[in-house]
């Protein structure tokens, strides 16, 4: 399984991005997997920031970014997005797409199966 991040950049605070993540695999089915987005700041630890069940019909968010993002996927494409506003300073982080095997949503790293390579999201104040 690859999954690939991309949409992240440099943005002025109180702007917005939408962060891409597109799976792919010889024998691998999207629609089996649940998906999240996680990220890592310079000299912290990763994160949780939002999950989504493998139909779309549940997610979850970080408090930090609850009611700035919104995370969806199109199961068609192999996608799944996070679409983030109001972005601040403390945003800025390198941030990771994965997935996983089990149903329901997966809140912590140890949760998820595969993992993409992250994009850069730096948030200027």
């Known amino acids: 399984v690859q999954l690939q991040a991309s949409g992240g950049g440099l943005v002025q605070a109180g702007g917005s991005l939408r962060l891409s993540c597109a799976a792919s695999?010889?024998?691998?089915?999207?629609?089996?997997?649940?998906s999240g987005w996680f990220r890592q700041a310079p000299g912290k630890a990763r994160e949780f920031v939002s999950a989504i069940s493998r139909g779309g019909g549940m997610t979850d968010y970080a408090d930090s970014v609850k009611g700035r993002s919104i995370i969806s996927r199109v199961n068609a494409q192999n996608t799944v997005y996070l679409e983030m506003k109001s972005l601040k300073p403390e945003d800025t982080a390198i941030y990771y797409c994965?997935?996983?095997?089990?149903?329901?949503?997966?809140?912590?790293?140890?949760?998820?199966?595969?993992w993409g390579q992250g994009t850069l999201v730096t948030v200027s104040s």
């Open positions: 994965a997935v996983r095997a089990n149903n329901g949503l997966g809140l912590t790293s140890s949760a998820y199966d595969y």
């Open positions: 695999g010889r024998t691998f089915n999207f629609r089996d997997y649940g």
